[in-house]
């Protein structure tokens, strides 16, 4: 990732973090985007001076112009984007919440679109090769009853990052985008689930687990190494993927 800058949102925990981590310690640059700025700003200054941190709400357009606008201001320009901001709340389609439909849909689509829409013309301009990689879901290729916004964002997700490679493919741009279905990791968002209160933790972890092949939970770091071997040259060939990093869990019969 040497010479990269790269723009990650929910940078402030999970997934994210593991992700900005990483390209730092593979010698790119990183700004860390997330509405949870002050765990963004401390894990911003733990990384070092490769690394800021820029509040981001992903539902507000102009917000995203902001941060790219801070990106390119801090580093110098743009090269990639990593859209890892995302949240599950169980509902179906009769007694999941419209708030929870509309929350959901806002900020797993509609946020990597924003910033899409934001990013794509910076990291043209840079006139170095792009990456966008977009986080999307085991539940995107094998749909979850019990998580119906969850699993229509990430299915839409899927289509806009082929869309968007597509796209950038057929002008002539080298700008490759891809995607990372993870299964159930051990992140914040899991352990909203695991600690609900609905069952006893480790049955919760238990059923969880048994939804994966591999019957285990996968860790940030396992993630991380698909999003950011996708955000470097060394898949340089590679667009319009979509890589699974969850044990076995989106071929489950």
Not at 73 to 87: D, P
Not at 238 to 253: E, L
Request: proline share 4%.
């Amino acid at each position: 990732m040497s010479g990269k800058v790269a723009l990650v949102t929910g940078g402030a925990e999970g997934i994210g973090a593991t992700v900005g981590r990483m390209i730092v310690e593979e010698g790119g640059s990183v700004m860390l985007c997330d509405v949870q700025i002050d765990k963004a700003r401390e894990l911003a200054e733990e990384l070092g001076e490769n690394t800021e941190a820029f509040e981001l709400d992903v539902r507000n357009l102009d917000q995203w112009h902001e941060a790219v606008k801070a990106t390119q201001e801090r580093f110098g320009k743009l090269t990639v984007l990593c859209n890892i901001a995302g949240i599950s709340e169980p509902g179906n389609v009769v007694d999941g919440t419209l708030d929870t439909w509309e929350r959901t849909i806002d900020i797993n689509l509609n946020g990597p679109y924003y910033g899409m829409r934001a990013a794509l013309p910076a990291m043209e301009a840079s006139g170095e090769p792009g990456a966008i990689v977009n986080i999307g879901s085991m539940i995107a290729i094998r749909a979850a009853a019990f998580v119906a916004a969850y699993s229509a964002s990430k299915a839409g997700l899927l289509g806009l990052t082929r869309s968007v490679a597509l796209d950038c493919a057929e002008r002539g741009v080298p700008i490759r985008a891809n995607m990372v279905h993870p299964g159930a990791i051990r992140t914040p968002m899991y352990n909203r689930y695991k600690y609900s209160g609905a069952d006893e933790p480790e049955n919760i972890e238990r059923d969880f687990a048994a939804t994966h092949p591999m019957n285990r939970i996968g860790e940030p770091e396992e993630v991380a190494r698909a999003v950011v071997w996708l955000a470097s040259d060394e898949a340089s060939f590679t667009t319009g993927c979509d890589i699974t990093v969850d044990g076995g869990g989106s071929i489950r019969s």
